[in-house]
């Protein structure tokens, strides 16, 4: 079995932002909306010995997400690999998927031009992926800090099984349940490996 999982390491992340334009370039997202933003805490340590860390977020992509089951429409989905996603045409725009997750990963899109609405969210690239298996989410493709790595946990040659085999990693937020498949490898300070 396939489940997919991104490791991201911080401690290679410069917070370029090409992660995130790549995304908001491939979805054709609008300026509003943004799937992976980064995000720092600002500058740690002292003078001289200061450093910033960057940690780019997105969708969890939960192996139990509170997105999925709370749908009235159906429209959240989750494939049989981990990935999570919404059918544009069932999503009625009533939010309650944007409530449900815990991350504040999902985003509203007003389509002025349909006259509609729906729920819009970071899917690993799953368009991509169905036209090409081997094709990596633009934001990792992009990063060419390498601080995002995708593959496949339940194959223990991926590189995110040695990643996370490897290295103490965090998850976001698991004392709630969701089983988030995001993989921090945390910026210990001071630098890349």
């Not at 040659?157 to 349940?177: A, N, P, Q």
């Not at 490898?185 to 630098?191: A, H, K, L």
Request: charged share 25%; proline share 7%.
């Amino acid at each position: 079995m396939t489940r997919y999982v991104m490791v991201v390491d911080e401690s290679r992340c410069i917070g370029c932002q090409s992660c995130t334009v790549a995304c908001r370039t491939w979805n054709d997202l609008p300026l509003d909306i943004i799937y992976n933003p980064v995000v720092s805490e600002g500058t740690k340590g002292t003078f001289p010995n200061v450093y910033r860390t960057w940690t780019p977020t997105q969708c969890m992509h939960c192996a139990n997400p509170e997105c999925v089951p709370c749908c009235p429409t159906g429209a959240s989905q989750q494939d049989d690999d981990g990935t999570v996603w919404v059918d544009y045409k069932k999503c009625m725009g009533c939010k309650v998927c944007v409530n449900a997750c815990p991350y504040g990963m999902r985003d509203v899109s007003h389509m002025v031009k349909r006259f509609d609405q729906y729920v819009r969210k970071c899917t690993f690239c799953r368009d991509r992926r169905k036209m090409d298996p081997t094709a990596q989410p633009y934001c990792v493709q992009t990063c060419h800090q390498r601080a995002r790595v995708f593959g496949d946990i339940d194959d223990p040659e991926s590189e995110v099984s040695k990643l996370i085999g490897t290295y103490k990693t965090e998850r976001l937020f698991t004392e709630l349940g969701t089983d988030p498949q995001i993989y921090y490898i945390p910026e210990m300070g001071g630098g890349a490996r």
